[in-house]
């Protein structure tokens, strides 16, 4: 049953930050195209702040 109500939940919620660059990390073609991607990650491509601060 908690599986059930936490499986709803989840399709409820936006994925965190870290879905989201696990997902962008997945879709590369290619070792290179990895490192680029991992790059635009520490550069803070997913995790700009609102309003500057």
């Given at each position: 049953m908690l599986n059930r109500v936490k499986s709803f939940l989840n399709t409820l919620l936006p994925?965190?930050?870290?879905?989201?660059?696990?997902a962008y990390l997945n879709e590369s073609v290619s070792r290179?195209?990895?490192e680029r991607r991992e790059r635009m990650i520490e550069q803070g491509m997913f995790r700009h702040r609102a309003?500057?601060?």
């Open positions: 994925p965190t930050v870290e879905d989201r660059e696990r290179t195209d990895l309003f500057g601060m």
